[in-house]
């Protein structure tokens, strides 16, 4: 899914969160990496589980072309700082379901980068839900 990018303004600091597309694969390929050497808070060590730009390319190809899926990038002044995901599940029992993450470098915590991240995927996800009923 594609969304319409959204500015922000939190803490002084200005901000979007746009869709992500194939060009910012380098870049979430070495973010990711950075990410998780800073906080212990994600689900894998620094390295582990490596996805290179390639792999970004992929993954934002499909997130692109499925409807219950979502990649946004959080970018500050033409450089992303963070990334969020949100990946829906294809079976009808489970449709209900989704795996999401939400990751900000540690320069930017606390600018509110990954809530608003956060509350576009919930927004979007429940305006999709209500679109289908």
Same mark, same amino acid.
């Given at each position: 899914?594609i969304?319409n990018?959204r500015?922000?303004?939190v803490?002084?600091?200005?901000?979007i969160?746009r869709?992500?597309t194939?060009e910012?694969?380098k870049?979430?390929?070495?973010?990711?990496?950075?990410?998780?050497?800073?906080?212990e808070n994600?689900d894998?060590e620094s390295? +582990?589980a490596f996805i290179? &730009?390639?792999?970004?390319e992929?993954i %934002?190809?499909?997130d692109t $072309?499925?409807s219950?899926?979502l990649?946004?990038?959080?970018?500050?002044?033409?450089?992303?700082?963070?990334?969020?995901?949100c990946?829906?599940? +294809?079976?009808k029992r489970? &449709?209900h379901?989704?795996?999401?993450? %939400?990751?900000?470098i540690? $320069?930017y915590?606390?600018?509110g980068?990954g809530?608003?991240?956060?509350e576009?995927?919930?927004?979007?996800?429940?305006l999709?839900w209500d679109?289908k009923?």
């Amino acid at each position: 899914m594609i969304i319409n990018q959204r500015d922000f303004n939190v803490n002084g600091l200005s901000y979007i969160v746009r869709s992500a597309t194939k060009e910012d694969a380098k870049v979430l390929s070495a973010l990711r990496l950075q990410i998780d050497g800073e906080t212990e808070n994600m689900d894998r060590e620094s390295g +582990e589980a490596f996805i290179d &730009a390639s792999g970004f390319e992929h993954i %934002v190809q499909t997130d692109t $072309e499925k409807s219950r899926n979502l990649f946004l990038v959080a970018v500050v002044n033409h450089r992303i700082v963070g990334f969020s995901r949100c990946q829906g599940n +294809e079976l009808k029992r489970f &449709a209900h379901k989704v795996e999401f993450g %939400v990751c900000v470098i540690k $320069e930017y915590w606390g600018y509110g980068i990954g809530k608003k991240s956060f509350e576009r995927i919930c927004f979007l996800g429940r305006l999709q839900w209500d679109q289908k009923k």
